[in-house]
């Protein structure tokens, strides 16, 4: 046993079991009257302190049996010289039952019991119900009190398990909690900075190029004008320094085909058996895309293919990123089971799944679809405008 949680039991288990053990060898001593009984009865002393502090007998289930039969060779022989040291079948009971397997501890306590029955008959006692009974009561007491306290003890320890792990889980949870927090508040922060600022920097620097264009060549406010739109662009690449450094991880070191692409990568947790293939395209030409753009793609790709391997059942599936003159279209296709869009509802744990991509997708401006039928696979595409000069 592992004694960490129930030290202080098994302290005190211990010490009422020594006590026991040394009042029942002072009274077969007294009651042996003879020498030769207080001899047995110290010889037999000795064997059991011994082994109450070797840390062999503790860690050892073969040098525990060797000790318990040196301990019960040594009561056999006070046994045969007076009646009285059967009592001390009952704290042997408990040294079986806790030192030796099950397998072997109920035949060593059924043994001890019928030497302790015999050795009283063969004292002279006379034959009575309280001879049998005595003995074999006490040993079906030390195996139930044994046995039941093993099984709190397992119990306990499996809670105590499941509270640990309980207490680990909610850690991971409160952790990836926090990183999906401050992942969320990055892309606010970007999304802001980008409609916010950087917008409003691009337009006072517009406002002054058109102005530095009426004005005449010999004006005096054309030099302010101009260190004025110099300084719109110097904080306008500011700014956007800002958003790319507020931009997901993914996003960090590598454009959106390049994230996108890594999302086809065997996903991770999953079967190979129960992932679909993954495939991602590029049409067009690959041009440079706001940051919020960026980030509102990448997000809608990833929530679509997490509810293809979670919720399609499909062996295969496509992304494909597309750029036009106007607009950048992103499709995700697979030919999993398919289902009614008109029956789509939050889910109860919290995750709204395809609203939130619609969100994502209309709060740019942009239009987000989904065509589906049971049995038929799963189209998401979203096509984003793109802003002029963008």
């Known amino acids: ?55 062999s007998v503790r860690g050892s289930q073969r040098a525990a049996g060797a000790w318990l039969g040196v301990l019960g060779v040594s009561w056999l022989g006070l046994l045969w ?22 397998r072997w501890s109920l035949p060593a306590v059924a043994l001890t019991a019928g030497a302790a029955i015999l050795s009283y008959v063969g004292h002279g006692a006379a034959l009575n119900p309280g001879v049998f009974i005595g003995p074999l009561l006490g040993a079906a007491v030390a195996v139930a009190t044994v046995l039941g306290y093993q099984a709190l003890y397992r ?26 927090g401050t992942l969320a508040e990055r892309e606010r922060l ?27 060549p010999d004006s005096p406010a054309a030099g302010h004008i101009g260190r004025a739109r110099e300084a719109a662009q110097d904080n306008l690449a500011e700014a956007r320094r800002f958003v ?25 947790g999953v079967t190979p058996e129960a992932a679909p293939r993954v495939r991602f395209s590029v049409s067009g030409t690959p ?9 509102a793609l990448l997000r809608i790709a990833q929530s679509a293919l997490a509810n293809t391997v979670r919720h399609a059942s499909a062996s295969r599936a496509e992304i494909t990123l597309s750029f036009m003159d106007a607009s ?12 009614d869009p008109a029956s789509v509802r939050p889910s109860s744990d919290g995750g709204f799944g395809l609203p939130a991509m619609r969100s994502r997708a209309e709060s740019l401006g942009g239009t987000f679809t989904v065509e589906s039928a049971p049995g038929q696979g799963t189209a998401v595409a979203v096509s984003l405008p793109l802003p002029a000069g963008a």
Request: charged share 20%; proline share 7%; glycine share 4%.
């Open 155 to 180: 119990e306990s320890e499996r809670r105590r398990r499941l509270i640990e792990e309980l207490i680990e889980t909610r850690a991971e949870l409160a952790a990836a909690e926090r990183h999906a």
């Open 1 to 55: 046993m592992d004694p960490r949680s129930l030290t202080p039991v098994l302290r005190a288990l211990r010490l009422c079991l020594h006590l026991l053990m040394a009042g029942l060898l002072v009274l077969a001593a007294v009651r042996a009257h003879s020498a030769a009984g207080t001899v047995a009865a110290v010889v037999m002393g000795a064997v059991y302190a011994a082994g109450s502090y070797l840390p």
């Open 287 to 295: 041009a440079e895309l706001p940051t919020p753009y960026e980030v």
């Open 81 to 102: 010289l007076t009646p009285e040291a059967l009592w001390l079948a009952f704290p042997l009971y408990f040294l079986q039952l806790h030192l030796l397997p099950t």
């Open 190 to 216: 970007a999304r802001e900075i980008h409609d916010t600022l950087a917008q409003g920097l691009s337009s006072i620097q517009l406002l002054l190029r058109a102005a530095e264009r009426v004005l005449p």
């Open 328 to 339: 950048v279209t992103l499709d995700v296709v697979d030919d999993g089971r398919g289902f």
């Open 244 to 268: 790319r450094a507020l931009s997901p991880p993914d996003l960090e070191h590598g454009s959106l085909a390049a994230a996108l692409e890594r999302l086809c990568e065997p996903v991770t």
